[in-house]
């Protein structure tokens, strides 16, 4: 069955750290997409692509970074973790416009 | 920038009753489409129901049903019969061509027994 990964599942770095947190889908879906969830904020777009080799910022992309080189992959960068990048973040796909979105499991970043 | 806003932070109801959860979005759109995730303890995001702006009929999957109002643009969920396994946060989303989802802040939905 087709599905979407993340990788790790839970992560506790330093602040100042580069962490690079992993989404792979099976789908073959050319939309992909990063988002942050935190009480009170619900969730917030980071960053997403539309296909390979193309990438947009989100709503709250400062301190991250994606690149895509194949359908399957949309890895998130933290380049210097802060403390205020502490959060759950989960990675979707979708097939197109007004499809519907499938969730990764969601990675629960600590930075201390 | 289009917002979705979920007026309600906090909802109970108790087993076997019926439960409405508000959603309301702002957009000058025509087109666009509508759903509602739901996320149980497990953090999993499931689609609930999904409705297309064109379509004047309400979407319904099972005890799951919407009351779209484009002109008021308000879309609701009812959730008939509720369940001990439909305690879980509730997120309204909007999508329109090409632009990714906005999200609610979300309803935590708590079911009594």
């Known amino acids: 069955d087709a599905e979407i990964t993340q990788s790790p599942r839970h992560k506790i770095t330093e602040t100042g750290r580069q962490v690079t947190l992993a989404c792979h889908q099976t789908?073959?879906?050319?939309?992909m997409f990063w988002y942050r969830q935190d009480l009170g904020h619900g969730l917030r777009l980071i960053h997403y692509?539309?296909?390979?080799?193309?990438?947009n910022k989100g709503e709250v992309s400062d301190g991250y970074s994606v690149s895509r080189s194949n359908t399957e992959d949309l890895p998130l960068t933290l380049e210097s973790a802060a403390s205020s990048q502490t959060s759950v973040y989960f990675c979707?796909?979708?097939?197109?416009?007004?499809?519907?979105?499938?969730f990764g499991p969601g990675t629960r970043l600590t930075v201390t | 920038a289009q917002t979705v806003t979920q007026s309600q932070p906090e909802m109970s109801v108790q087993e076997a009753e019926t439960v409405t959860l508000s959603c309301t979005y702002d957009?000058?759109?025509?087109?666009?489409?509508l759903f509602w995730y739901k996320q149980p303890p497990s953090r999993q995001m499931i689609l609930v129901i999904r409705?297309?702006?064109?379509?004047?009929q309400n979407a319904t999957e099972n005890r799951f049903s919407v009351n779209f109002q484009k002109a008021a643009k308000s879309f609701s969920l009812k959730i008939s019969d509720s369940q001990l396994g439909d305690a879980a946060m509730y997120f309204c989303?909007?999508?329109?061509?090409?632009?990714?989802?906005?999200f609610g802040k979300g309803t935590r939905l708590s079911v009594i027994a």
């Open positions: 789908w073959n879906h050319n939309n």
């Open positions: 957009t000058s759109e025509s087109d666009y489409y």
């Open positions: 409705q297309e702006a064109y379509k004047q």
């Open positions: 979707a796909s979708s097939s197109g416009t007004g499809a519907e979105q499938y």
């Open positions: 989303a909007y999508l329109k061509w090409n632009t990714p989802l906005v």
């Open positions: 692509s539309y296909g390979v080799h193309d990438t």
